[in-house]
């Protein structure tokens, strides 16, 4: 799994974020995303903003699994 095109990838789709965080432990990818994007989104609609960022690696078998963590700012602050 090639960790610094998958962050450069939700660098990409994410260009407002405030923190990216990306690694990958096994064959499950780990990522961290802070942005105002995620503002009055629902859990699921988080989810569903990264993984349409991923799909192209999820369709290629090179990114199996995604634990992720989607916070606004003022989440990322609190924790």
Same mark, same amino acid.
């Given at each position: 799994?090639?960790?610094?095109?998958?962050?450069? $990838?939700?660098? &990409?789709?994410?260009?407002?974020?405030?923190?990216? !965080?990306?690694?990958?432990? @096994?064959?499950?990818?780990? *990522?961290?995303?802070?942005?105002?994007?995620?503002?009055?989104?629902?859990? $699921?609609?988080? &989810?569903?903003?990264?993984?349409?960022?991923?799909? !192209?690696?999820?369709?290629? @078998?090179?990114?199996?699994? *995604?634990?992720?963590?989607?916070?606004?700012?003022?989440?990322?602050?609190?924790?």
């Amino acid at each position: 799994m090639d960790i610094v095109a998958i962050r450069a $990838l939700l660098e &990409q789709h994410f260009p407002e974020s405030e923190h990216i !965080e990306a690694d990958y432990e @096994g064959s499950y990818l780990n *990522v961290t995303i802070v942005s105002e994007v995620f503002i009055g989104l629902t859990p $699921l609609k988080k &989810q569903q903003r990264v993984y349409a960022a991923l799909n !192209e690696k999820i369709a290629s @078998g090179e990114v199996h699994a *995604v634990n992720m963590k989607t916070l606004t700012p003022e989440q990322w602050q609190s924790s």
